[in-house]
Every structure is written in structure tokens, then in C-alpha cells.
């Protein structure tokens, strides 16, 4: 849905660990099949966050760890030199709060608002079709199908900022800084695990909300 068939895409676990292993550490592999990309998901023990690329990656880079996740050499990532084409205007929408913790269940809740606020904008404004809807596990997604060069002139980025000028406050941002093609975003299906499990800010799953049987996209 989100990856194309064919496409690649790199795979990358954030303070993760693996069957057997003592140390953490970031683990990453390249993949071009939906099996070994969701056996290696599979595969991880534990991580404070799971994530791939939605935009389509160079296919030459399967060669760094083909269809296969392992311990990513010390400065290795992909580029957005790496990227081929951008496929998607990703939307984050989180609540303001202190680093490396969860999201409560207030803080959550606002952000899946705001959301609303800027689909219906987005729609209702701006004639934009229907996004993908999600939840990162502490705040909220839109995903738009776009198909834009890698260098679009700055229109991504001056789009969210100009959401972000719309929406943001001192409870909610749009966040602004993921208009890079090489973007990593959270895996849905797996557990955004910032801090500690507590009653009050609790590790949640990250998940599609719903998923538009056509997707129109946008007009950045």
C-alpha cells in the first residue's frame, strides 16, 4: 500500500536488539518483497522504534544487506541522494512534551484532534483527496500520494510549514523537519516505545487507521 511492489525500501531499528544479542545498537537491511521485509520485523527482539523509508530507494543499495537486517556500520544510512522519486507528503502531528517519553493518553488524544483539523482544511479548503490515516503510537499521520522530483523547488517543505503555521500552538505541532526525502517513519504494526511503560504514558502500537481504497493525493 505504502511500498510499491518491487519497490525498495530500507528497513532500520532504532536501540534494537536481536535474538542472542547483549548490546544495543541500530540494526538496518534493505528490501525489495513484503516476506523477508516482514520476517526481519519479526526478527527483532526489541527496539525503542522500528521505521522504514515510504519513498522508493535506489535499488543498488540492496547491495549493502540484501532482503536482510543486520548491525548497520557505524555512519551508514541512506541519503536523500539515495531516494528516487518522492511518493509521499508525510504529515506528523505530535504533542509538545519532554523528549524520549510517551505521549499520554491527553497528549495523544490532542494530536489525533488536530489531525481532524487539518484533514478537513486540506479537504475542505483545498479540494485535497482522502490521506492515509494513522497513528504513530504517540501522535497522528497523514499520508498524501504525491510524485514530485527530489528537487521540488522547496514545495514540501513550505507546504508544512505553512500547516504548521496553521496548526501549530503551544499544546501540538505539525513538525516541520520531515519534509526530507530519505525520511524515516514509523513502522505501523510494531510499538513506539520511547521511555519507560508507565500507567500514565503507556507504549502503544502503531497503527493504520484507515486507508482509502483509492488514493488521490494532493496538490503541493
Known amino acids: 500500500m505504502i511500498v510499491g511492489e518491487g519497490q525498495v525500501t530500507e528497513l532500520r531499528a532504532l536501540d534494537a536488539t536481536m535474538r542472542g544479542d547483549?548490546?544495543?545498537?541500530?540494526?538496518?537491511?534493505?528490501?525489495?518483497?513484503?516476506?523477508?521485509?516482514?520476517?526481519?520485523?519479526?526478527?527483532?527482539?526489541s527496539a525503542k522504534g522500528i521505521y522504514?523509508?515510504?519513498?522508493?530507494?535506489?535499488?543498488?543499495?540492496?547491495a549493502r544487506a540484501c532482503n536482510r537486517i543486520r548491525r548497520a556500520p557505524r555512519g551508514e544510512s541512506t541519503t536523500d541522494a539515495n531516494i528516487v522519486r518522492r511518493k509521499w507528503l508525510l504529515i506528523d502531528i505530535d504533542a509538545i512534551r519532554?523528549?524520549?517519553?510517551?505521549?499520554?493518553?491527553?497528549?495523544?488524544?490532542?494530536?489525533?484532534?488536530?489531525?481532524?483539523?487539518?484533514?478537513?482544511?486540506?479537504?475542505?479548503?483545498?479540494g485535497?483527496?482522502?490521506?492515509?490515516?494513522?497513528?504513530?503510537?504517540?501522535?497522528a499521520h497523514?499520508?498524501?500520494k504525491i510524485d514530485f522530483p527530489i528537487e521540488?523547488?522547496?514545495?514540501?517543505?513550505?507546504?508544512?510549514?505553512?500547516?504548521?503555521?496553521?496548526?501549530?500552538?503551544?499544546?501540538?505541532?505539525?513538525?516541520?523537519?520531515?519534509?526530507?526525502?530519505s525520511r524515516i517513519w514509523k513502522l505501523y504494526g510494531t510499538v513506539a516505545c520511547k521511555g519507560d511503560h508507565t500507567e500514565s504514558r503507556p507504549h502503544r502500537l502503531a497503527r493504520i487507521i484507515n486507508a482509502p481504497r483509492e488514493l488521490s493525493g494532493g496538490a503541493v
Not at 522504514?52 to 540492496?62: D, G, S, T, Y
Not at 485535497?128 to 501522535?139: C, K, L
Request: glycine letters at 8%.
Open 52 to 62: 522504514f523509508i515510504p519513498n522508493p530507494v535506489q535499488p543498488e543499495l540492496l
Open 128 to 139: 485535497w483527496g482522502d490521506p492515509i490515516t494513522a497513528d504513530s503510537g504517540n501522535g
Open 98 to 126: 519532554p523528549s524520549g517519553i510517551s505521549a499520554s493518553k491527553e497528549e495523544h488524544e490532542a494530536s489525533h484532534h488536530r489531525s481532524g483539523d487539518v484533514w478537513m482544511y486540506l479537504h475542505d479548503e483545498l
Open 152 to 181: 521540488d523547488g522547496g514545495a514540501v517543505k513550505a507546504c508544512l510549514q505553512d500547516l504548521s503555521d496553521r496548526f501549530s500552538d503551544d499544546k501540538v505541532t505539525v513538525d516541520v523537519s520531515v519534509y526530507n526525502p
Open 22 to 45: 547483549r548490546w544495543a545498537g541500530v540494526f538496518s537491511g534493505y528490501f525489495d518483497n513484503a516476506k523477508d521485509f516482514a520476517d526481519a520485523a519479526m526478527s527483532i527482539d
Open 142 to 144: 497523514l499520508l498524501y
